[in-house]
């Protein structure tokens, strides 16, 4: 039992690393434009979404207790619910004095305090011109007004040591400024030499993971971009006792949920195999189904939590589990593959020259030497459709051999596949795999590009094939995608064996950072969903993800009992 437990450490700690690589995956760009010039922008591993209900303005803290505030006045403050452009900002500072209120307005502003209404003092509340009405109002912490802003009148602030600093609270207890991507616009007046004056901030505190800000460093003459955990530091000289126009924008990149991500890249097939039948979801709604042998089973880690299982255990009369798309409904895929109508005629692809696939994988060993699983072929027969892409796996030394399983990626040759071996990770865990094909049709004995991506990252590519034998070539793909197995509907070999999740076809060739971005929308964001996933590790009793002491002494209290037959207390965590 105390190797049992000392693994189980291990294996969470490992775990763990895994998760932060996850957590990497978000991130939030911050660029910083002065006088409507570009001056720079900072990236930061994590997303901005901070639903705090205070954005303060001229100090760090909040209203009861400020400090390093600014010195200086701040006028025509902005904050707007997406990210301006490079050319918004342009138009912004080009508009000048006179047109700057209508440009501002124009661009429909969430927050835009002008500091014209008289009462803009302390304890009052500003007038929002903005689009969200009176934005739960804004309170004025010791702030006096200038007649000689920007346009009109300006917030004065006078920053001071102790908490006592000015500053302008907005209030936002519906978390309205809580956005991934937002632009916060303002013009600043200041000669402040010292300290770390805050031009805004929406938490209040200094880097909090998913808030945003920004502080002008006065004795570097920079600019610090607050957000992601991270602050990023541009110079710029603005405490030269001249007015500014600052416009600081916040980009997130936080993935969607994952079914989100892979709409976004109009699939022309998505089996997400969630219902009793495998319904296409893409716009196309092509018609599939699946044999007896295989079943839409709940299963721990699945996205949406089933997925196909295909057994092939069941070899037989061709009756191994095994899905399949027809291809010969909707007339729009139709195309004809010039210099081979001789052999095939008219002929169907789900998608016209570039093709990926993409899907979720869990197996384990189970061929022998020199067997094949097809995992998907289009559309399934060796030697009548010889240049449909297909994707198997191979044991050429046994599971016990000295060469671990490979894929065999085919597609493009003539009459037979050599295919192109790849590793392939056969453990029992869920991994994301894409295949690309880029074809190069303006010579039909030109190259094609293949890519094999693993968990987000590229794996394997190859090019060039051979072109006498015309494996630039993807079609003809007829009638019939098949998932698990090779063959057609009637009778199946090669058979894969193990479980298949989200399977979705793309016309075209996917880009590395959206496959990126697919494999992070699927990963855990927190402990919670780890476990109901059932993605959590043996050792971790309490279920939070971490092992420690209180782990330790549920396993003193309860080996005992989950070592008596019929015992007590033994659940998953064991």
Not at 43 to 56: E, G, H, M, Q, V
Request: net charge negative.
């Amino acid at each position: 039992m105390r190797y049992r437990f000392e693994l189980s450490i291990m294996i969470v700690m490992l775990f763990g690393l895994s998760l932060a690589g996850v957590a990497s995956a978000d991130s939030v760009t911050k660029t910083l434009y002065i006088d409507g010039n570009k001056v720079g922008a900072s990236t930061t591993a994590s997303a901005i979404s901070f639903p705090y209900p205070r954005l303060t303005i001229g100090a760090e803290g909040n209203r009861w207790y400020r400090y390093n505030g600014l010195v200086g006045q701040i006028d025509e403050f902005a904050v707007y619910g997406r990210v301006l452009t490079d050319a918004n900002v342009a138009a912004h500072y080009s508009a000048g004095a006179g047109g700057y209120v209508a440009a501002v307005t124009a661009s429909n502003p969430l927050l835009y305090l002008r500091f014209e209404d008289a009462n803009s003092s302390e304890g009052s509340k500003a007038a929002n011109s903005g689009s969200v009405a009176d934005m739960n109002s804004t309170y004025i912490g010791a702030v006096a007004q200038d007649a000689t802003g920007y346009i009109g009148k300006a917030a004065i602030l006078h920053g001071a040591a102790g908490g006592t600093g000015d500053c302008i609270d907005v209030c936002d207890i519906t978390g309205t400024l809580s956005l991934t991507d937002i632009s916060v616009e303002f013009w600043v007046k200041t000669t402040q030499t010292s300290d770390y004056p805050r031009l805004f901030q929406h938490n209040g505190a200094d880097t909090e993971e998913r808030s945003y800000g920004a502080m002008y460093v006065a004795e570097t003459n920079s600019v610090g971009l607050i957000g992601g955990g991270h602050t990023g530091y541009l110079n710029s000289v603005i405490n030269n006792g001249a007015w500014h126009h600052v416009v600081v924008t916040f980009h997130s990149l936080q993935p969607g949920p994952y079914a989100a991500e892979v709409m976004a890249d109009d699939p022309c097939v998505y089996l997400k195999f969630d219902n009793p039948l495998p319904v296409d979801s893409s716009a196309n709604h092509y018609w599939a189904n699946y044999t007896t042998n295989a079943k839409i089973r709940p299963v721990g880690g699945a996205i949406g939590g089933k997925a196909l299982y295909c057994d092939n255990s069941i070899t037989a009369g061709g009756v191994a589990g095994r899905a399949y798309v027809w291809n010969n409904y909707g007339g729009t895929n139709f195309r004809e593959f010039p210099g081979w109508t001789d052999y095939w005629g008219d002929a169907y692809a789900l998608a016209p020259g570039d093709i990926t696939f993409e899907f979720w994988m869990k197996s384990t060993p189970e061929l022998k030497s020199e067997q094949y699983a097809m995992i998907f072929q289009q559309i399934g027969q060796w030697t009548r459709e010889a240049n449909a892409p297909a994707l198997g796996l191979y044991y050429p030394d046994g599971v016990n051999g000295p060469t671990p399983p490979v894929f065999r990626i085919c597609a493009g040759s003539h009459w037979w596949y050599p295919g192109y071996p790849a590793p392939a990770p056969v453990d029992g865990l869920w991994h994301q795999i894409v295949v690309t094909y880029d074809e190069n049709e303006v010579d039909p004995g030109g190259s094609m590009d293949l890519q094999l991506y693993v968990d987000g990252s590229l794996s394997y590519a190859a090019t060039n094939f051979q072109p006498d034998t015309h494996e630039a070539m993807l079609g003809p793909e007829f009638y019939t995608l098949m998932i698990g197995a090779e063959g057609n509907v009637g009778w199946a070999y090669n058979t894969f064996g193990g479980y298949i999740d989200e399977f979705a076809v793309y016309s075209g060739v996917l880009s590395a950072e959206r496959i990126a971005m697919h494999y992070a929308a699927w990963q855990p964001k927190d402990c919670a969903d780890v476990w109901a996933r059932g993605l959590g590790m043996k050792g971790d009793f309490n279920q939070d993800c971490v092992v420690d002491i209180y782990d330790y002494a549920i396993f003193a209290t309860e080996w005992r009992t989950c070592n008596t037959p019929g015992g007590a207390g033994c659940g998953q965590n064991w």
